[in-house]
């Protein structure tokens, strides 16, 4: 006998077959068993024998169905192992890839020379901020040219030599008109028409010109030095002068140091320079403007008060 579910040879005398576990019927007839595993079966009911019952032939392959099964899975699991090792070289790999970087493509460079397209198209008073001299000036270790440096809090500041003076600027331009108030103490003063012409590669120049007097300057872009005094070894002093002189206004000042340096301050003007004694209550300071300048005083201690020039300064 042959098990209706799974096609086994199994013996007759069977009520439960041994391979699939299914209930064997004996009124069970067989009409065929085809090579390709499928069986066709037909049950006859044997109390009713007055007309034929009609069954509907029923097909089952395990065989195939294990397969289709096995194909499902697999699938999964090639699924999932292809997911996980891309993970795994995305996580290995990422430190060693380079990160991406933005690049403009290179400019040529022109083959004629610059022309007014390379100029400053629009003037502001940005423009001006950074460190300018005079153009055609040379400074030299014996020498000194003044320098200006403009800020982005309004203030300017002239360097020459061994001073230093502060002042201020103010915007005044109206539309294309450009024009700055220029106020540095004991240097460069005025109102000035200006404009700024130039490129990064060549440098600026700046052009300014008095609206009262027409008078015109040519500065270009420098930076700005200053030059600082040497003193004398163990060079001849007064103790009695060495400290920090403030006078009754508080507008100027005096620091001599026990080195033989000394600054003076007038105002916003600072000199730095060098001093000893060169007779009896006579001193001399030494100092950088264009070239070595030098100045002979006559001073008066008295007390905790030092008179020079006629100006009453008080140790502080």
Partial sequence: MICPRCGEVISDSETLCPFCLQDIDLNVEFNDYRKDGFVQIQTKNEADTSEPINYTPKYF????????????????????????SLRFVQKTHVDYVKPYE???????????APTTENTVKKVTIKNLLGSWTIKGSVDTPD????????????VVQE???????????????????????????????????????????????????????KA?????TA?????????????????KLVGYWLSADKDK???????????????????????SVTGK????????????????????????????????????
């Fill in 61 to 84: 392959n395990i065989a195939e169905f294990n397969i289709f099964v096995i194909a499902i899975v697999f699938v999964l699991v090639v699924s999932v192992f292809t997911v996980f």
């Fill in 102 to 112: 933005v690049t403009t493509a290179p400019t040529e460079k022109p083959t004629e």
């Fill in 143 to 154: 020498t000194a040219i003044p320098y200006y440096t403009f800020t982005d809090s309004g």
């Fill in 159 to 213: 360097n020459y030599g061994s001073i230093t003076s502060t002042g201020v600027y103010k915007d005044l331009s109206e539309d294309d008109d450009h024009i700055v108030y220029i106020m540095v103490d004991n240097g460069f003063s005025g109102t000035y028409r200006y404009n700024v012409t130039g490129n990064k590669h060549d440098g600026y120049t700046l052009t300014l010109e008095d609206i009262n007097t």
């Fill in 216 to 220: 015109a300057y040519t500065l270009v």
């Fill in 223 to 239: 930076v700005a030095k200053s030059k600082k005094l040497t003193p004398e070894d163990n060079p001849k002093i007064d103790m």
């Fill in 253 to 275: 000042d005096y620091r001599f140091h026990s080195d033989g340096s000394v600054s003076r301050r007038t105002g916003e003007t600072v000199t730095e320079g060098i001093w």
């Fill in 281 to 316: 209550n006579v001193i001399t300071i030494q100092y950088m403007k264009e070239t070595l300048k030098s100045v002979t005083l006559d001073y008066i201690i008295n007390g905790k008060e030092l008179m020079i020039t006629n100006t009453t300064y008080k140790k502080q």
